[in-house]
T-cell receptor
Framework: EAQVTQNPRYLITVTGKKLTVTCSQN?????MSWYRQDPGLGLRQIYY???????DKGDVPEGYKVSRKEKRNFPLILESPSPNQTSLYFC?????????????FGPGTRLTVL | GQNIDQPTEMTATEGAIVQINCTYQ??????LFWYQQHAGEAPTFLSY????GLEEKGRFSSFLSRSKGYSYLLLKELQMKDSASYLC??????????FGTGTLLAVQP
């Protein structure tokens, strides 16, 4: 089944404790992206990647890191989480091989930073 | 700048028709998407328009006017399960999707 997976689905942590949220897709997509979703603010892009070893900042990159060592994986790293990073996070992917650029979303990770 | 505007909330009655409007401003426009999102779940794809006109898919239709920077999503024969947020998203430059804040639709019996 074609899908985007994220782990963990739920995480409660404390300020300053490094964490990684994994994202994996099995559709051989070139493009992967991380979003955060907050009430009243909609989906905002954190980072994106157009291919292996190519990553770029989105609209709200501060406090986050990403890497793209393999095509299928795009982990999101919070080196020193803070309470304002409490949010619902979505990973997404799509192909760049045509102009029809529907994004497929993972199930989401609900992160709480105390 | 880049901006998407859509109403925050709408209410409609089961069996009725509802139209959710969206206006957008993006650089390098390359398509308009509508997604449905139930609370706490991932957005799921509903429709895509890149040319002017109406695209129909079952109970859902989407319209685009590129010259006006305007789109709408039309939902017919509303069902209770259609209660959700509807996200308008415009494809822009650098393969980016700009999302609106979503319209929360409540379908009442």
């Amino acid at each position: 089944e074609a899908q985007v997976t994220q782990n963990p689905r739920y995480l409660i942590t404390v300020t300053g404790k490094k964490l990684t949220v994994t994202c994996s897709q099995n559709m051989n997509h070139e493009y992967m992206s991380w979003y955060r979703q907050d009430p009243g603010l909609g989906l905002r892009q954190i980072y994106y990647s157009m291919n292996v070893e190519v990553t770029d900042k989105g609209d709200v990159p501060e406090g986050y890191k990403v890497s793209r060592k393999e095509k299928r994986n795009f982990p999101l790293i919070l080196e020193s989480p803070s309470p304002n990073q409490t949010s619902l996070y979505f990973c997404a992917s799509r192909t760049l091989r045509d102009s029809y650029n529907e994004q497929f979303f993972g199930p989401g990770t609900r992160l709480t930073v105390l | 700048g880049q901006n998407i505007d859509q109403p925050t909330e709408m209410t409609a009655t089961e069996g009725a028709i509802v139209q959710i409007n969206c206006t957008y401003q993006t650089s390098g426009f390359n398509g308009l998407f509508w997604y449905q999102q139930h609370a706490g779940e991932a957005p799921t794809f509903l429709s895509y328009n890149v040319l002017d006109g109406l695209e129909e898919k079952g109970r859902f239709s989407s319209f685009l006017s590129r010259s006006k920077g305007y789109s709408y999503l039309l939902l017919k024969e509303l069902q209770m399960k259609d209660s959700a947020s509807y996200l308008c998203a415009a494809g822009g430059a650098t393969n980016k999707l700009i999302f609106g804040t979503g319209t929360l639709l409540a379908v009442q019996p």
